[in-house]
């Protein structure tokens, strides 16, 4: 046994959201991602980089007494013997590989007894060609997987590299974020959450929430070309940027379709810059709330330049003591302050955010562009409404929104309202009251 500790913020908000689960639950928090090597190496090599990669990072040996529910603490061991297989893949395609990937995502790590976090070697030809990983969001977010992808891709190339680098403990950030030091941001963040849910205390319709078969937790996708070509156009000619417009189009679907103008909603905010633990492997994300007004007759651009401005002062107020927060909704309404009662969005670009693996290619056929289809939803908890939109960092993207206890033509047509609003905002010309 290592050292002991208290969780991180970001820790502490993972291990809320699942630490009361059912265990049929218990898988939905987990990660997926499969790396392929830049060239096949002797399997003994992978598995020592993945064995490195173990040794430098503390959440990939770290185990999580919640015997006292109230103050979960993480337990670091110092020789961890990490769950690492290796698997012939000769005549394996693509998908299957996925597939076996998806089977091992669906099964749960008991976080107080095991490392949360599997990998499996993949041979052909008796050399390593991919990594297919698993782990538990409380180990790694997708900023977290992108270092490890880095580190693994120098401990190949340099076997003792990272065992050269500065040790670092992540209960030593905890303790950080806890000191008098950090206070003043704590404080900052609080007031802006009493803020925002102030501000969604206005008198504005909610989504009813049917009972029986419509109360199903699914996902609505649309696939398109178009709509993303509309929004690089317009993002080059206003100056805002592609997260602001597309939070503007979701905002304004929302309005249209769900009657609600007034809209709480909340983004991930990785909390990772500016930050002395940027090169830490943990889970940081935590969800930022903000408050979106949608008057009638608003354009996209001229709303996304209002939220640009209102996304980042949500995002500096990323870092909060959940506990804390959660005494504080309290005082509000449920229907203000449940964490699974609001819209959500995040936006992932490949090559630029999030875990290079964890992206799952698509094509977008011209004759599919822009129709709607649903999907089972693999992760159920969290926010009611979640719109996660995953571009290929070229010129196509995949818009999923999940939803939870609407009809599915509902999530399908906030998605067509997105897709069409950012079509027509890319149509229209130039005008003295649009910006250029």
């Known amino acids: 046994m290592g050292t002991s500790g208290p969780l991180t913020f970001g820790q502490l908000s993972v291990m809320r959201a699942v630490q009361d689960l059912p265990v049929e639950q218990w898988h939905e928090s987990n990660l997926r991602t499969l790396w392929t090597l830049p060239e096949p190496v002797p399997p003994t090599r992978a598995v020592n980089a993945l064995r490195a990669l173990c040794a430098r990072h503390v959440s990939l040996r770290t185990v999580y007494d919640i015997s006292e529910p109230t103050t979960p603490r993480q337990l670091v061991h110092e020789d961890a013997e990490p769950a690492i297989e290796v698997m012939r893949a000769d005549g394996v395609s693509d998908a299957e590989v996925r597939a076996l990937l998806a089977d091992s995502a669906a099964r749960p790590f008991t976080l107080w007894s095991e490392y949360a976090w599997r990998a499996v070697v993949l041979t052909r030809e008796g050399m390593a060609v991919q990594v297919a990983l698993v782990n538990h969001h409380v180990v790694a977010d997708g900023s977290a997987k992108q270092i490890l992808w880095e580190d693994m891709l120098t401990a190949l190339r340099e076997p003792d590299a990272l065992a050269a680098r500065k040790p670092y403990l992540l209960s030593e950030m905890a303790e950080q974020q806890r000191s008098d030091g950090f206070r003043g941001r704590l404080r900052a963040a609080e007031r802006h959450w ?91 994300n935590q969800w930022v709330p903000t408050h979106v007004e949608v008057p009638a007759g608003t354009s996209v651009t001229a709303l996304a330049q209002r939220l640009g ?17 959660d005494e504080m909704c309290g005082r509000f309404p449920a229907a203000i302050a449940s964490h699974d009662a609001v819209w959500s969005f995040n936006l992932i670009v490949k090559g630029v955010s999030g875990d290079p693996g964890s992206f799952e290619p698509f094509e977008v056929a ?69 910006p250029a």
């Open 194 to 284: 009493e803020k925002t849910l102030t501000a969604s205390l206005v008198d504005a319709p909610k989504p009813e929430r049917p009972s029986g078969p419509q109360d199903e937790v699914f996902v609505a996708r649309l696939l398109s070309r178009r709509s993303r070509t509309a929004v690089e156009r317009v993002a080059a000619r206003s100056g805002v940027s592609m997260f602001a417009l597309l939070l503007a189009a979701y905002a304004q679907a929302v309005a249209e379709v769900q009657g609600v103008r007034s809209i709480p909603m909340r983004m991930v905010s990785s909390n990772r810059h500016g930050n002395p633990w940027t090169g830490h492997v943990t889970s940081m």
């Open 366 to 434: 011209e004759e599919d562009d822009g129709r709607i289809g649903y999907e089972s939803a693999f992760l159920t908890l969290g926010p009611r409404f979640y719109l996660r939109v995953m571009d290929d960092g070229a010129d196509a993207w995949a818009l999923r929104l999940r939803a939870r206890g609407v009809p599915r033509e509902t999530a399908g047509a906030i998605l067509r309202s997105v897709h069409e609003t950012l079509i027509a905002e890319g149509r229209a010309p130039v005008s003295a009251g649009r």
């Open 309 to 325: 401005l209102r996304s980042l002062q949500a995002f500096r107020n990323g870092i909060f003591d959940l506990d804390a927060i």
